[in-house]
């Protein structure tokens, strides 16, 4: 059972927005750090089976295993009703390796040389070449992911059991939807001077706001990460 109030409570343990910054922020960390060393391997030429690779990468934009495989998958592997699971296992996402993967292709290849004169490993390449020149690319990418995983309710819902790992969306959900969660702040709801409709109403726009927040700050990058990661010249 959810704590007591615990919408409100951002900075408690096992509270929905609690794991909501948990799933989102650490999720997209995670994501961030397989996707772009994965997709700066998959722009580099001299990478061996490069175009088997992008080739494997790109069918799981159009084919995946489904769901009742991928279910399996996680419960083998031990990831079902864990944090960790819901972290990790939606770490990649291979649409956002291929935007990254065409943003670094589109690095002059002069930079690159330089580095290398001045003996920069791989490594370095990525880290001080690669990544400043492409953060309208990365930021992109991390706001796909940041929006992607807050919104996210049904995989939560079919993977977790424990009702203190659960996300806002899916609490708001059985809240709103299904009527099921029984702490004293969803039960106040039914009791309130304002309509349901009212309240539930405001809680879905109070859930979207941190988005809200974000989104201004970095829409400037967003256009011109679409635009040059998007197109492939």
Excluded: H
């Excluded at 706001?143 to 993977?159: D, E, K, T």
């Excluded at 969306?169 to 001077?193: C, G, M, P, W």
């Amino acid at each position: 059972m959810p704590p007591t109030n615990s919408f409100f409570r951002i900075g408690s343990s096992g509270s929905p927005t609690a794991n909501t910054f948990i799933y989102t922020f650490g999720g997209t960390a995670v994501s961030l750090a397989i996707m772009i060393p994965g997709a700066y391997a998959l722009s580099r030429p001299r990478l061996r089976g490069r175009k088997i690779l992008n080739l494997m990468v790109a069918f799981t934009l159009w084919f995946n295993a489904g769901m009742i495989p991928f279910f399996l998958n996680m419960r083998d592997l031990g990831l079902l009703d864990s944090r960790f699971g819901i972290i990790i296992g939606f770490a990649c996402n291979a649409f956002n390796v291929i935007l990254l993967r065409n943003f670094f292709e589109a690095v002059p290849k002069s930079f690159e040389e330089a580095a290398k004169m001045d003996g920069a490993s791989e490594f370095q390449l990525l880290w001080k070449v690669f990544i400043p020149l492409s953060k309208p690319a990365i930021i992109t990418v991390a706001l796909f992911c940041i929006v992607s995983r807050w919104n996210s309710y049904f995989w939560a819902m079919v993977l977790l059991r424990g009702e203190e790992k659960i996300p806002l969306q899916l609490y708001l959900k059985r809240i709103i939807v299904d009527l099921t969660a029984n702490d004293e702040f969803a039960s106040s709801l039914l009791t309130s001077r304002y309509s349901f409709e009212t309240v539930t109403a405001a809680i879905m726009i109070a859930s979207i706001i941190p988005v809200l927040l974000i989104y201004p700050s970095i829409q400037k990058y967003f256009n011109k990460g679409i635009t040059l990661g998007g197109v492939k010249e």
